[in-house]
């Protein structure tokens, strides 16, 4: 690979370029950015200049323990110099800059994990570069405009310095350099269809469109005239709620969270009395690729007043990671290490009192506009339901904004759930199920929509969790209809023409033939309340429902297995009165073969495999011989 290391600080006199190849991914990364057409080029500025604005953040705060790091350049800034003769355009930073080792992590050899999912979701979003930042690689999109790459980095406090430097075609070099100011110098080679890039009036467009809210100068050289700052350089935060437009808070909002669509909502205000800080988050319009991220980790940053400290600190619990922005203290020390501050008293409180906002703002949304809070819900209320068995403290204020699917239509409130109690209902009736197709279709529905009583559709996986937990909401119960006893007896029957089933002599004696045929594999057979079209349907009558069980087996050492269930069967169905007919008729060993088919297709019907699929062939075979014999 060419190393060409023109307008860089001479390597050659301080040892030979060392080559490393990329990491598999980044390398089907590079090929994306270097072989792919975007329609707004733009965003690789954008881009740039926001790592070297984090670079700038990371060094102020730790100079706040090592002051002696800014000696020599105490001024913290970001330059761009466009350099129309050598077609090339650099953007230089005096942050925290990168070891040699640092250089090889961060910009080849180690992929982050955003590296491959933004692979895939580039080519299905063909083209759409906006979303890069999103996934943590924003420094790639370099190669959209440039045939060649050259990153020169000195870390602070150091005095060793490093060229890295790539044509993006798989390898990459590295050699020392010398004489190399702090921080990180980015030489873009641009290629011919992207010298517009070199014009004042371009770059500068692109600095208001995407980064005038960087608090750090943001220069352009401008020939041989004094650089000249090009932004605004004052954190957006600070100002007057009044003043900041909607695109302003749509800029900052792709600035911290890489995501360059419009917020959900956005929650601006100053906090006053034993403590001072201000708070700007944003609630996303669509799902960050890291939601579902194991470790859970909250993505909003703290500063002390206006100085970056962390942006690991949890100022929010788990269940609102999705939630993005800053939170700047006025009153907090600056020399707070970050094990310091996850113990801190102070951070305790401010995140205490901001969750509890933030659950009223979502409140707050739920109730003035509907719509665009149904969006937020489907695409995260998977996640705030977390908080149903995680915040004991704040269950009433998350169930006050949950949303449910239910029998009866969509994103039904608890509240709305209660007011449409029927008659002597004591409960608030649920269904797990591990989709809503699965959902609707459940036989175990059938004795409520008979009685006009509303179910709630549980279809993530998070619901089996909470609903155990859960003690109720205004004095009712929660209530699983897979689980347990139907206490239906008490509800009036919408259509007085649906019969109620008893359990008749023919009926007992039908469930002792099928009890005797299905042995250990049942944990009981008994007549159904819940059913009024269906033969049969299976039930759990242990302290966990079916999809709750059925999730937990295939978690490795969980501990749990499927456990035999109770059938239940419709002694007013047609064919159970006929294989009641039977027994009376030629005894209980006559029905044997029909036990476990009605077994079979429980388990079918619940979206389970029968367990032993070949008696279950041979048997529907015999079946249906006799049926056309």
């Known amino acids: 690979m060419a190393n060409d290391t023109t307008a860089t600080p001479d390597a050659a006199a301080h040892g030979a370029p060392r080559s490393h190849a990329f990491q598999a991914e980044v390398a089907k990364l590079l090929h994306l950015m270097v072989h792919s057409v975007y329609s707004d080029r733009d965003v690789f500025l954008r881009e740039l200049i926001s790592n070297a604005a984090d670079a700038l953040d990371k060094l102020r705060y730790e100079a706040i323990a090592q002051p002696e790091l800014l000696e020599g350049a105490p001024d913290l800034k970001i330059t761009i110099t466009p350099d129309k003769a050598a077609k090339t355009l650099t953007i230089a930073d005096s942050g925290i800059g990168m070891s040699e080792t640092e250089l090889v992590e961060n910009l080849g050899t180690i992929a982050k994990s955003g590296t491959q999912a933004f692979v895939e979701k580039a080519k299905a979003a063909q083209g759409d570069i906006h979303l890069i930042g999103q996934f943590g690689i924003g420094f790639y999109s370099g190669f959209i405009v440039a045939s060649k790459v050259d990153v020169i980095s000195r870390r602070a406090g150091s005095q060793e310095a490093h060229l890295w430097s790539s044509d ?3 390898s990459f070099t590295i050699a020392p350099v010398a004489d190399a100011p702090r921080g990180t110098t980015i030489v873009l080679y641009l290629k011919d269809d992207s010298l517009e890039f070199l014009e004042d009036w371009k770059i500068e467009t692109v600095v208001r469109t995407y980064s005038d809210h960087i608090a750090h100068p943001i220069m352009l ?20 709620k009044t003043e900041i437009t909607a695109d302003q808070h749509k800029e900052f909002f792709g600035h911290i969270s890489g995501s360059y669509s419009d917020p959900a909502i956005t929650l601006h205000y100053r906090a006053e009395g034993r403590h001072e ?6 609630v996303p319009g669509e799902k960050p690729f890291d939601l579902y991220d194991p470790e859970r980790r909250g993505r909003q940053k703290l500063y002390v007043k206006r100085v970056y400290i962390a942006d690991d600190v ?10 993005r922005g800053i939170i700047d203290s006025e009153d907090m020390p600056l020399n707070l290490s970050r094990e310091m501050l996850q113990n801190n008293p ?8 901001v969750t509890n906002k933030v659950l009223s703002e979502l409140k707050k949304s739920a109730e003035s506009d509907e719509a665009n809070f149904r969006k937020v819900w489907e695409v995260f209320g998977p996640v705030i339901k977390e908080g149903l068995y995680e915040d004991m403290e704040r269950r009433d204020q998350i169930y006050d904004i949950a949303r449910f699917r239910s029998t009866k239509g969509e994103w039904v409130s608890l509240k709305d759930y209660i007011a449409g109690l029927k008659e002597n209902q004591t409960a608030i009736y649920y269904l797990t199920a591990e989709d809503a197709a699965k959902a609707k279709a459940s036989p175990q529905l059938e004795g409520y929509k008979a009685r006009d009583v509303e179910v709630l559709l549980l279809t993530d996986p998070v619901d089996s969790f909470w609903v155990r937990t859960a003690l109720g909401f205004d004095g009712k119960p929660f209530k699983s209809v897979t689980q347990g006893a139907a206490d239906l007896d008490l509800i009036k029957l919408k ?27 049942v944990k009981d057979v008994r007549n159904s309340k819940r059913l009024t079209e269906s033969a049969v349907c299976i039930v759990n009558d242990n302290d966990m429902d079916r999809t709750l069980e059925k999730l937990l087996s295939r978690q490795k050492d969980s501990g749990v297995s499927i456990s035999a269930p109770i059938l239940e069967i419709n002694a007013g ?10 027994v009376q008729s030629k005894g209980a060993a006559s029905v044997e073969d029909a036990a476990q088919l009605l077994l079979d ?7 389970e495999q029968v367990p032993d699929p070949s008696n279950f062939a041979r048997r529907m075979a015999d079946v249906m011989a006799k049926a056309f014999s």
């Open 314 to 323: 949890e100022l929010l619990p788990p269940y609102l990671r999705f939630v």
């Open 168 to 170: 993006g075609s798989g």
């Open 495 to 521: 259509d007085e023409a649906t019969p109620e089933t008893a359990d008749e002599p023919a009926t007992v004696t039908l469930i002792a033939a099928l009890k005797q045929a299905l042995g250990d594999k």
């Open 601 to 607: 297709q429980a388990f079918i019907i619940e979206g």
């Open 346 to 353: 102070q951070v305790a409180a401010i995140r205490k009192a």
């Open 221 to 240: 050289v401008d020939g041989e005239e004094a650089p000249r700052q090009i932004n605004t350089a004052n954190a957006i935060w600070t100002r007057p």
């Open 277 to 282: 800080y201000t708070v700007l988050l944003y």
């Open 573 to 582: 169905h047609a064919m159970i009165q006929a294989l009641a007919r039977q």
